[in-house]
């Protein structure tokens, strides 16, 4: 495999205290591999040029400023404007470990993928329900833990907050959609047919702050469960059973409480027992009864939140027969 230039392709929407944790992390780089950051000012009121300029001296940084048009098409716009011929596409708030650059060259060069996608971890310096809603949307008792990085998994759906693309594969693709979100599983699928292949690469992760709330959190899980039946739409083999869980452990849940009224008690007590495995390996995660907790907590919105916004979303699409974006308007830039 030939040397390969790396571009950091880093959209930012009113964030400059994110950017600046991101860059400085950016200086403590173990790795001796040269790359470029090319920020992307997505219509931001709050600029992050001061705190760019901060930075230039000691790192090869590119910055654009543009009207907002969202996530999507502002990494487009990077990778556009980028001179490597390898992108890696970060959210503005993750943190990189030191050795990250390392990591995805020493699997490239053994095995070349022309994307990849990356896991979340939580860095110690998180907030408990920052960590409460990593273990929830990590764990292997929750997403059979392809989020935090279990396994090496081929034809992985890389998720954009870590995400690899070869030039090659950008430019075959014309690259991310205008749906928000769901544009990088789109655009992983899109790149299957086009016959270019994508995995995980388990040990190149980053810490994933997700500066966010319990309503926005749900409100985030939400709209991943709208998206999906959109994508099974436009992306009919990629349907799969595992779409469902949510919505049936859901429904299951609220079938349980119901059959409480009636003293019917076995259901809800498989539900406990369930609670009780995520809160112990929450706590030895972890280390804290109140994260522990709080990750019970998240699980309970994670699956709500996903598996309503699904069964709402597959409704409208396939029962009703209503096209997506006139259905779903805040979901489309």
Known sequence: MNAIEFSFIIPVYNRPDEIKELLESFLKFEDTVPFEIVIIEDGSTESSELIIEQFESNLDISYYIKANSGPGDSRNFGMHKAKGNYYIILDSDVIMPSNYLNEVVTFLEANYYDCFGGPDAAHSSFSNLQKAINFAMTSF???????????KVEDFQPRSFNMGLSKKAFLASGGFGKIHPGEDPDLSLRLHKLGFKTTLIKDAFVYHKRRISW?????????FGMVRPILNQWHPKSKSLVYWFPTLFSLGLLGALFFMIFGIYFPIYCY??????AFILALISNKS????????IAIVIQFLGYGFGFLKSTFYLVVLKRNPEKTFPKLFF
Not at 141 to 151: D, K, L, W
Not at 272 to 277: E, G, N
Not at 289 to 296: D, G, K, N, S, V
């Open 289 to 296: 009864l109140i994260i522990a907790f709080q990750a019970i």
């Open 272 to 277: 406990v027992l369930y609670f009780i495995i």
């Open 141 to 151: 008792i929750t997403t059979g833990g392809i989020r935090g990085g279990e396994h």
């Open 215 to 223: 309503s926005k959190f749900h409100k985030q899980v939400n709209k």
